[in-house]
């Protein structure tokens, strides 16, 4: 048996080091392919350029900004999502708080402050509540210095021009996974409660001594997850 082919988005200044645990999971039974997020300003052309060079048919899991570009990829062609899992992530548009940050760290980033505004600004973010993540943390960091700056700016007008997807969720009907760490601190347990109300077939999922990133600080737990809904 042929089985549908695994595409993954990895978040914000990630690269597929992020699903390196889910890789090494699942590719031994079928195809799995990591999605870039590195050459375009807008979640509209990255999910195009992603589609342009995804199998006709796909499983379709994103974590954080992977996981907004993925929903706009089901957006742009739902008939081609054979499933969907959404990791850490947000369906509305960008809040204007937020936005309001984006432009003094894109200010740091342009002046080579890349290395600090991650390590002081976006790491700490990263680990549940209270955890030493000394590896991770170092994987986070090594990832964002390799993508570079002009990513880190693209990927912050993307961000912060996104739509809101949540006519996109209502609409879709195959089988979806919403998963979230349990002190997930960038996009807290309400945005995935809305998306699991929005999704007619899901199933919520909230991965305990966890943060933003589930995939390396709990891989074991998101497997079985990830596994469950692969199967379904």
């Keep these: 048996m042929t089985r549908t082919p695994l595409l993954l988005i990895p978040g914000m200044m990630c690269d597929g080091r992020l699903f390196g645990p889910q890789i090494a999971a699942f590719s031994g039974t079928r195809a799995v392919q990591v999605a870039p ?138 089988p979806s996974l919403v998963l979230v760490g349990e002190s997930d601190r960038l996009c807290p347990l309400d945005r995935h409660e809305q998306m699991h109300g929005l999704l007619v077939s899901s199933t919520i999922e909230v991965i305990e001594k966890a943060g933003h990133l589930t995939t390396l600080e709990q891989p074991e737990a998101t497997n079985a997850a990830l596994a469950r809904w692969l199967e379904a």
Excluded: C
Excluded at 63 to 74: N, R, T
Excluded at 125 to 135: D, K, L
């Design 37 to 174: 997020l590195d050459a375009h300003d807008t979640v509209q052309a990255l999910a195009a350029d992603i589609l342009a060079g995804a199998p006709e048919r796909f499983a379709l899991a994103g974590l954080s900004m992977g996981g907004i570009v993925a929903m706009e990829v089901l957006r742009q062609a739902p008939d081609r999502v054979d499933r969907l899992a959404l990791l850490d992530t947000n369906p509305r548009a960008e809040l204007d708080e937020v936005k309001e940050k984006r432009g003094p760290q894109m200010e740091a980033v342009r002046a080579g402050g890349l290395a600090q505004v991650m390590t002081e600004q976006m790491i700490p973010n990263y680990a549940h509540e209270g955890s030493e993540t000394p590896e991770m943390d170092a994987l986070a960091l090594q990832m964002a210095l390799e993508l570079g700056p002009q990513v880190f700016l693209r990927q912050s007008l993307a961000l912060r021009d996104r739509p809101a997807q949540i006519e996109t969720l209502a609409g879709y009907a195959g």
